[in-house]
Nanobody, 123 residues
Framework: VQLQASGGGLVQAGDSLRLSCAAS????????MAWFRQAPGKEREFVAR????????YAEDSVKGRFTISRDNAKNTMALQMNSLKPEDTAVYYC?????????????????WGQGTQVTVSS
C-alpha cells in the first residue's frame, strides 16, 4: 500500500491550497482516512478525517470552518481543501489511512502513512 500526498507549496496568508492523497494498492472508499500535520519543533497533530461511510471530523479550534476533507472514490483519492490559510498552518501535511477496512471506530489501531507535503504560509 502506498499513499502519495501532493499539492503543498508556498502561499500567502489568506490564500487557499488543495492537497491530494493518491492511493495505490488499496481502495480508499473502504477505509477511514485522515490528514495530519507536523510543524517544526512540534508533535504531529490530527487535522481532519473522513470515515469510509463519509462521516467527517476536524480539529476543532485550529482548522474547522476553513478546511474541508473529501474523497473522490472514482479517482481513488482524498483531498484537503484549505482556505483562509494562516502562518500557523505551516507544516508538513501527511495523509494516513486505517489499516482495517470498514472500521466503525476512530482512531485506528494502526495507520498506513504517506510521505508528507510541505505547506508554508507567509504572513
Amino acid at each position: 500500500v502506498q499513499l502519495q500526498a501532493s499539492g503543498g507549496g508556498l502561499v500567502q496568508a489568506g490564500d487557499s491550497l488543495r492537497l491530494s492523497c493518491a492511493a495505490s494498492g488499496r481502495t480508499l472508499s473502504r477505509y477511514n482516512m485522515a490528514w495530519f500535520r507536523q510543524a517544526p519543533g512540534k508533535e504531529r497533530e490530527f487535522v481532519a478525517r473522513i470515515m469510509w461511510n463519509g462521516g467527517r471530523a476536524y480539529a476543532e479550534d485550529s482548522v474547522k470552518g476553513r478546511f474541508t476533507i473529501s474523497r473522490d472514490n472514482a479517482k481513488n483519492t482524498m483531498a484537503l481543501q484549505m482556505n483562509s490559510l494562516k502562518p500557523e498552518d505551516t507544516a508538513v501535511y501527511y495523509c494516513a489511512g486505517d489499516i482495517k477496512p470498514y472500521s466503525s471506530t476512530w482512531p485506528p489501531e494502526s495507520y498506513y502513512w504517506g510521505q508528507g507535503t510541505q505547506v508554508t504560509v507567509s504572513s
